[in-house]
């Protein structure tokens, strides 16, 4: 039978249940204001008249952002990134994670390259360095820029090794015993039972891909390879009307300017609106499972 709570400790649990109830109304906030200003008439924005519901309602800022080729061209390219850098992300910690994990008996020099990964959490070569590294391999203006120098995120490689040191010694002994190999054992036995962690780190590289913008506007020589955030940072900054045809231009001219931003800034949440809810059961469970041991 569960111990009863103390008055001390219902008043509490009441003061966090109202504390975090307002930082989640803080943080939702800004995005109702977006919302309602991104469905709200061009005049109501321009006299500040939008707070957090729509004034005098419309669909014309979304029905400019979806026929807009420059919006989908970028929302296309982050796609791709997001693909092709969460599979290498996740691909590369879980292979540098598995033998990571493993014991100073069975890996000697464990401790060594633990601490060489851990060193660049700390120090890293610069920007300067990293750009003229990317210009040499000839990658500049392709998707790798955006993909290969973060492939290797050194935080889930702790993470992962973590999670891999509580699986029990006795089912990697049975794999061996049987014959396995350790590309086996990682596979067949490892990967199935770090689901949670997995996933969490899934999470958070599809997150950081898709909310990147800064290197494409370093490695992206050409607008038109912009992927989706640094596309919107460059809209949010200031429009590029010489890019426009004529007829986008004339359409934008009777549209508020932030009315159009917000609706590209909505439409861009959507796709990691829609995915955390699949990968939200496991985020707490794999942060938790994967900090217990160092």
């Known amino acids: 039978m569960p111990a009863r709570q103390t008055t001390g400790q219902k008043i509490f649990n009441l003061f966090n249940i109202i504390f975090l109830s307002l930082v989640c109304v803080l943080c939702f906030i ?3 204001h977006i919302l309602a200003i991104s469905l709200s008439d061009n005049s109501a924005v321009t006299g500040n008249l939008v707070r957090f519901w729509p004034v005098r309602f419309t669909w014309e800022p979304y029905s400019y952002v979806l026929n ?18 969460t599979t290498l992300n996740v691909a590369l910690v879980i292979l540098l994670a598995y033998p990571l994990s493993k014991s100073k008996e069975k890996f000697r020099m464990r401790a060594v390259y ?22 040499e391999l000839g990658i500049m203006n392709t998707i790798w820029a955006l993909v290969l120098p973060g492939a290797v995120t050194v935080f889930n490689v702790i993470l992962m090794l973590n999670f891999f040191r509580q699986v029990p010694e006795e089912m990697e002994d ?6 396995a190999s350790h590309w086996r054992t990682l596979w067949q036995i490892y990967v199935p039972v770090s689901t949670p962690a997995i996933a ?4 958070f590289c599809l997150v950081a891909h898709w909310n990147s ?26 429009f590029n009307f010489a890019t426009m045809s004529a007829t986008e231009a004339e359409r934008l001219a009777k ?35 994967g900090s217990v041991k160092g």
Not at 174 to 179: Q, S
Not at 269 to 284: E, G, H
Request: glycine share 8%.
């Open 114 to 135: 633990v601490w060489v990964f851990f060193f660049t959490m700390l120090f890293n070569g610069g920007l300067i360095p990293t750009y003229i590294l990317v210009k």
């Open 30 to 32: 800004p995005f109702i």
């Open 174 to 179: 049975a794999a061996n015993i049987d014959g």
């Open 68 to 85: 807009r080729e420059a919006f989908w061209r970028a929302f296309g390219i982050t796609l791709e990134r997001a693909a092709i850098g």
């Open 213 to 238: 913008w800064f290197d494409g506007l370093i490695y992206m020589q050409n607008a038109k390879n912009y992927p989706l955030q640094s596309y919107l940072q460059t809209i949010v900054v200031k």
């Open 255 to 289: 549209l508020n300017d932030r009315s159009v931003k917000g609706a590209q800034m909505i439409v861009a949440a959507i796709p990691i609106l829609l995915a955390y809810p699949f990968l939200q059961k496991y985020f707490v469970s794999g942060i938790r499972l």
């Open 200 to 203: 969490t780190i899934t999470l």
